[in-house]
């Protein structure tokens, strides 16, 4: 596991969640425009805190949590944010 990843996942503790999958995507985005270095990443993550939340609330719950990584360590990152009544 990457060091980015490890540091991911620490940021999402406090989500509590059930099922956590990241992925770093930055192989397949080397020379992208306009990515001064940062790490392209995807994430699955299963929470009860999305219950009843919006896609986008559950995107800003997500982002809030790692703001301070964007853009340097993270160029971009995919979510796919679900409740666990959702699976």
Do not use: W
């Not at 490890?6 to 099922?19: D, F, G, I, K, W």
């Amino acid at each position: 596991m990457s060091a980015l990843i490890e540091l991911v996942t620490a940021r999402l503790t406090p989500l509590s969640p059930l099922a956590l999958e990241i992925s770093d995507d930055s192989a397949q985005h080397v020379g992208h425009a306009g990515n001064t270095g940062g790490g392209h990443l995807s994430a699955k993550i299963v929470s009860s805190t999305f219950t009843g939340m919006s896609t986008v609330a559950r995107h800003r719950t997500v982002y809030a949590l790692v703001e301070d990584l964007m853009p340097q360590q993270i160029h971009a990152l995919s979510l796919r944010a679900l409740a666990p009544e959702e699976l």
